[in-house]
Nanobody, 130 residues
Framework: QVQLVESGGGAVQTGGSLRLSCGFS????????VAWFRQFPGKERQALAQ???????YVAEPVQGRFTTSKDANENILYLQINQLTPDNTAQYYC????????????????????????WGTGTLVTISS
């Protein structure tokens, strides 16, 4: 059974940093990807970063620089590091996954990638005060 559990969200002041964690389990060993999304109220979820089964990580161009991602060396955890936080980063952050080479090889900013996710965590809220 696939499980995705986000943690690390909370209330932070502008200029601070957060490291979100996505613990994942139950995914096929050969082909899968895990991704971080965020969702603003009234908006569709936006892909931010991706981990592929081969260990490669990707960060979406719109957030490159302040957002970085990495996999824990020992555990099945995908981190999302967010630096220089601003109120614009306030959102619900989700972890998602799928076992599909076609979906995982697509542009993570595409609708196909977003709609192709089959497993979702319940999210962690990030609130940045001015």
């Amino acid at each position: 059974q696939v499980q995705l559990v986000e943690s690390g969200g909370g209330a932070v002041q502008t200029g601070g940093s957060l490291r979100l964690s996505c613990g994942f389990s139950g995914l096929p060993a050969v082909t899968y990807c895990v991704a971080w999304f965020r969702q603003f109220p009234g908006k569709e979820r936006q892909a931010l970063a991706q981990l592929r089964a081969n260990g490669q990580t990707y960060v979406a161009e719109p957030v490159q620089g302040r957002f970085t991602t990495s996999k824990d060396a020992n555990e099945n955890i995908l981190y999302l590091q967010i630096n220089q936080l601003t109120p614009d980063n306030t959102a619900q952050y989700y972890c998602a996954a799928v076992a599909s080479s076609e979906v995982c090889s697509d542009d993570i900013r595409s609708n196909n990638f977003r709609l192709g996710m089959r497993y979702w965590g319940t999210g962690t809220l990030v609130t940045i005060s001015s």
